[in-house]
């Protein structure tokens, strides 16, 4: 059975976006869709101790990427 690959792709005018995006990206990217689905990105976001260092703004937009990301796995 062919196994989906789950990959996506982000961009941003604003460089602390950007590199958030990136992070995300290495979490997921190249991920089965099953394996994606049950990958916990705030688990992995908490041992870089981002919250500290970004804003609360950063972080809603940052948390509704991942509530995306995490529909976008459950419809597939």
Do not use: C
């Amino acid at each position: 059975m062919d196994q989906k690959i789950f990959s996506f792709k982000g961009d941003s005018d604003a460089m602390i976006v950007r590199g958030l995006i990136k992070i995300l990206t290495t979490i997921y990217n190249e991920t089965e869709v099953q394996e994606a689905s049950n990958i916990d990105p705030y688990k992995k976001l908490e041992l870089l101790n981002l919250k500290e260092h970004i804003s609360s703004q950063r972080s809603n937009g940052l948390n509704s990427i991942i509530l995306k990301i995490k529909e976008f796995l459950t419809n597939s």
